[in-house]
């Protein structure tokens, strides 16, 4: 593989010659599509290139999944962990976790999750499917701090644990940096102009804009954060309903010298066009891609940005959130149609 040229996923086996068979899922981490969004750029009245990078194309649906690998696959070059040895263990609203969970299972590690409770259930259900343990913790009561203290204890009582940290491991941002951001820069001939994405741990901003202001240094970053709990922008740590993103702290791995811009986002707006992605434009994702597109119409929207192209991701796909206030209404409509029989 060319230094910067991303990781070809399915592509790989496309262009190979003879039987075209993935090794094994891991082989399928990579590339994924970009879509223009011209029904809601024509609807808006919007004079500039709205492009989504449809993460919901990795093989468990998430941007998240490149992560999950790097952090394993770095792990192991650094012989840290072994296979059928190591319990992996990392703190996750769901989509690292997933990500982590089958990646686990590919290489023969066990996993155990340490989840906020009451939240994602979907998430939790598809962990546990993929055979790894969820620990929940009341964040509510205790914070954030509770799941660290969670893992901590988890290190006393489980053998040959290694900590995964999305959020300080250099490995997360490295993911994109080596593979997202040339993606992005080849599919877009170099076109793009403006990177928008939502902070979780902040590696995909961090290690997409870094490697795009490598090849142009005018590419403008901007980061997405929830308007509830917006931590980055210096306000103070609330609640809110956009899973993934907006942790209540500044990541250590988001390099935030790097981000030109702050924009808000709230849950309602959020969801509001996540809804308007699946009804208008046919892509069904997830919140934090709600969120992301509404930031990219308001960037779109100023009079300096006519023409360029602003680029986003989508970070995961919607039938994850089918037990969230996504579907909430579309839920209550269909089972009260189920009742009539």
């Known amino acids: 593989m060319e230094l910067h040229e991303g990781r070809k996923g399915m592509p790989s086996l496309l262009s190979s010659q003879g039987e075209c068979i993935a090794s094994n899922i891991t082989q399928l981490i990579g590339w994924t599509p970009l879509i223009e969004l011209k029904n809601i750029a024509k609807k808006d009245g919007i004079d500039a290139r709205l492009i989504g990078k449809i993460e919901p194309y990795q093989p468990l649906s998430s941007v998240k999944d490149r992560s999950a690998l790097r952090l394993i696959e770095d792990a192991e070059e650094k012989g840290l962990i072994s296979p059928g040895i190591t319990t992996l263990v990392a703190v996750t609203s769901g989509n690292l976790g997933i990500g982590m969970a089958f990646v686990a299972a590919q290489k023969g590690y066990k996993f155990t999750a340490v989840m906020p409770a009451k939240i994602g259930i979907d998430k939790q259900t598809l962990l546990r499917y993929l055979g790894a343990e969820v620990t929940l913790v009341d964040v509510a009561k205790h914070g954030f701090n509770g799941l660290l203290d969670k893992v901590e204890q988890l290190k006393e009582e489980i053998e040959n644990v290694y900590v995964v940290d999305q959020f300080t491991n250099p490995a997360n941002p490295d993911a994109h940096f080596k593979w997202t951001g040339p993606e ?52 103070e740590p609330a609640y809110h309903n956009i899973q993934g993103i907006g942790p209540g702290f500044v990541p250590e791995i988001l390099d935030t010298s790097q ?76 089972v009260n149609m189920n009742m009539a029989f």
Not at 197 to 205: H, M, P, Q, R, V
């Open 259 to 334: 981000i030109d811009e702050i924009v808000t986002v709230t849950t309602h707006e959020a969801m509001d066009m996540a809804r308007r992605l699946a009804r208008e434009e046919g892509l069904l994702v997830g919140i934090s891609s709600g969120a992301n597109a509404a930031a990219c119409l308001k960037v779109a929207t100023r009079e300096e940005n006519k023409g360029k192209m602003i680029v986003t991701i989508f970070s995961s796909g919607g039938e994850r959130y089918l037990n969230s206030e996504l579907f909430a209404q579309v839920k209550e409509e269909c």
């Open 184 to 235: 992005i820069w080849k599919d877009t001939e170099g076109k793009v102009d403006i990177f928008v994405a939502a902070t979780g741990s902040g590696g995909t901003l961090t290690g997409t804009g870094r490697f795009l202001r490598m090849k142009n240094p005018s590419v403008k970053l901007i980061c997405v954060e929830p308007a509830e709990s917006a931590v980055i922008s210096g306000g």
